[in-house]
Nanobody, 121 residues
C-alpha cells in the first residue's frame, strides 16, 4: 500500500515536499515514480527514481523538483521548489517491479490515492 502526503496550498514561487510511504512490503529493487493529473487533463509523468537512487524528471520540472528515496524507511520524497500555478494537480506516487524507471503510468503496479497540490498565482 502506498500513501502520499504533504500536499497543500502554496503561493507561486513557494515550496512543498511530498512524501510517499510504502507499507506492507518493502521497496525491494523496484523503481518509484511520481505522476500528476490536473483537472480535465491526462495523468503526466513528473519524476522517477531507480532503487539505487538515479533520478529522472519531466522537462517541465527539471531544476525545480528533486526526487529522493530512503530504502531503509520505505519512503520516497518529492521536493518541489519554485512552484508555478501550472503545477496544480493531484500528485500520485507509484511503484513498479524491476529497477528501471518508466515515464508510462501503465508500467507501475501499485498506486497511492494521491495528494492535492494547489499553487496560487
Amino acid at each position: 500500500q502506498l500513501q502520499a502526503s504533504g500536499g497543500g496550498l502554496v503561493q507561486a514561487g513557494g515550496s512543498l515536499r511530498l512524501s510517499c510511504a510504502l507499507s506492507g512490503r518493502t521497496l525491494a529493487s523496484g523503481a518509484m515514480g511520481w505522476f500528476r493529473q490536473a483537472p480535465g487533463k491526462e495523468r503526466d509523468f513528473v519524476a522517477a527514481i531507480t532503487y539505487t537512487g538515479r533520478p529522472y524528471y519531466a522537462d517541465s520540472v527539471k531544476g525545480r523538483f528533486t526526487i529522493s528515496r530512503d530504502n531503509a524507511k520505505n519512503t520516497v520524497l518529492l521536493q518541489m521548489n519554485t512552484l508555478k500555478p501550472e503545477d496544480t494537480a493531484v500528485y500520485y506516487c507509484a511503484s513498479k517491479s524491476g529497477s528501471f524507471v518508466s515515464q508510462s503510468g501503465g508500467a507501475y503496479d501499485y498506486w497511492g490515492p494521491g495528494t492535492q497540490v494547489t499553487v496560487s498565482s
